[in-house]
């Protein structure tokens, strides 16, 4: 999804590996797994991320050192209704990992069913998954954040269809540097107790970048992009996960271990049809 982000790819390392120094002697040995990340939208091209999980150490990982985590030589393919696309890798910067594999040759479609294929050196992968049709993102608008002076979240109005089972994510990035949108940060929607018009707090999702210093708000000059996507509800439960893995990861009391929901056999990550609206708002 675009999304979809691959600062992903530090938080499932962490997931497949959990260690404390004193510990060792009670961990399996630690084996690497295919990661996949990939997402298809409605009326637009298939775009899947594919690298494998990083060993946990005490020092800082730098971007360089996950570069060389990336799979650069997988083959991906993409099948609907028995038509199959090989999808092809480029490098992308305005994506991490800084590379993408993608193709112009085929487009979601709101109602169809997308199978996605990777293979490397051995390992294979697949996952099917479904687009969704496009919720309607009504309006955005900034708020103050109380106590922090100069930032702002978003407030986003949002449409709920009545009799209808939906789940939300939320997407956010900012400028025009990237193409790569983060998952907003609490952005996972559950449309229980909702009824026709609805209002979200919209907040920054954390980056690979924002790992030292990080605020989930907005500051006064951003422009932002709000893409608000319908996903089904095996996608809403991964995006869920991964935000408590954020807001638990540093906690000794109540920490998470455990590898988030996945639709892929045979690798850790996600598959995720959307549809999706998007706003933009610049931050007064």
């Known amino acids: 999804m675009n999304r979809p982000q691959l600062y992903a790819l530090l938080l499932l390392a962490l997931l497949g590996l959990t260690a404390c120094n004193g510990d060792e002697d ?13 997402w298809i939208e409605d009326g637009g091209f298939p775009m899947v991320m594919v690298s494998r999980t990083y060993p946990v150490k005490e020092s800082n990982t730098s971007k360089e050192e996950l570069e060389d985590y990336i799979l650069r030589w997988a ?9 199959t696309v090989v999808l092809t890798g480029i490098p992308d910067n305005r994506y991490f990992p800084p590379y993408i594999y993608t193709t112009a040759w085929m487009r979601g479609k709101a109602g169809k069913e997308y199978t996605l294929k990777v293979d490397f ?3 294979h992968a697949k996952a099917t998954t479904k687009v969704l049709p496009a919720p309607q993102l009504n309006g955005l608008r900034a708020e103050p954040v109380a106590g922090e002076d100069g930032f702002y979240s978003i407030k986003a109005t949002f449409t709920d269809p009545y009799f209808e089972r939906n789940f939300y994510q939320f997407f956010v990035k900012k400028g025009k540097n990237t193409r790569q949108y983060q998952a907003a940060y609490l952005g996972s929607v559950d449309d229980t107790g909702l009824t026709g018009l609805s209002e979200h707090t919209v907040n920054y999702g954390r980056t690979f970048k924002d790992r030292d210093s990080y605020k989930p708000y907005f500051q006064s000059g951003d422009t932002a992009y709000v893409k608000l996507a319908q996903v089904d509800e095996l ?7 991964f935000d408590k893995n954020i807001l638990l990861g540093h906690s000794t009391l109540f920490p998470k271990t455990t590898n988030l929901p996945s639709n892929v056999d045979g690798a850790i990550g996600y598959w995720c049809g959307m549809g999706s609206t998007t706003r933009t708002l610049i931050i007064p």
Do not use: K
């Open 26 to 38: 009670y961990l399996p040995s630690y084996q690497s797994e295919m990661v996949v990340e990939g």
């Open 75 to 83: 083959r991906v393919t993409v099948t609907c209704e028995g038509r």
């Open 121 to 123: 050196d051995g390992m």
């Open 235 to 241: 996608s809403y439960n991964y995006w869920s996960e």
